[in-house]
């Protein structure tokens, strides 16, 4: 997951009301503690507050190289000139013991659960890593601090805790990467779950492959640009919700499912606008928005009349301009004049709406 390689949309009429509504839901109370972010839920992951320094990204993000720009470390379409998703921010260390080893303390980004971390670094390129589940906004959120040296002694899976508790220390663990000393970061995530199901969508899509991590594969976990939840919730001008943050994301394409009974639809039923007609003759399946990581982000229920041709999956339509500013989850390729899903595209499709 850290490389989880993984023609114009028509606005409905729907689609717009509901974007307007959810853009009028009230903001979060406003944090008045020191660290927290002036308008949300979320803090900072660590005691690095350089992201809200006018100019301080250099001494917040590690990029990949010292040759490299800080946008290396930031989220999205970053590396390997924009073909290589990075899904979560790498954030620089700010400490170090006698020998030049990171001992920031990691902590919660909001209050959540402990659902799973995973002690042997060898089993993922996220080394030792932890992943807290939230409620934010009614949306559950899933936060992951990766590459840690140890995890609190004495935390369990099942375990609350609240915003700003500590719960590792920043490290350099990783069975894919050597991280030098000097880029020591907190490999930092934000991101929806897709299909409670995938064990078993993943032993059937990827045979003899390993899964050592159940649910809590990077394939299962959808990313959010952190960074840019964390500066529009320091703003309090922004009123940031992480509804609307969602739906506010850019189309990459939409896709008709021929499926209505998956659990994202339960999930993130908030993230379902509703149709009339659908409503009235009955759900023939889903019409999805996904921005370019791949994240659906509106649902729409349809009828049977409203869907034509009989394929399970069909793509409806691709926004260009997004899919050229944004390739690299390479969800979509053009083939001679023609749109398709591509590989990547169709299997996250599959495992969205995969019931076993
Ligand atoms: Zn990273």
Redesign the pocket.
Known sequence: M?SKAISRTVCHAIFCTFLFSAGCLPAQTPDTHTNAPAGGPFRLPTANANIYERGGEPKFF?PTAPDKPWTS?SFGCVRNDGWRL?E???ILHLQTDRRGEPTDPVMATADGTVVYFNTHPSLSNYGIYIVLRHNIDGLELYSIY??LSAIRPGLKTGDSVKAGDVLGTMGRTSNAETILKERA?L?FELNLLNNDNFAAWFHKASPGERNDHGSWNGQNLIGLDPREILLQEHNPAANFNLLSFIHNQTDLCRVLVRATNFPFLRRYSMLVVKNPTAEKEGVAGYEIAFNYNGLPFVLMPRAASEIHGTARIQLLSVNESEQKANPCRRFVVKRGSRWELANDGLRAVELLTYQP
């Open positions: 850290i590690a470390g990075h979560g921010i790498d990766a590459h970061h490999h």
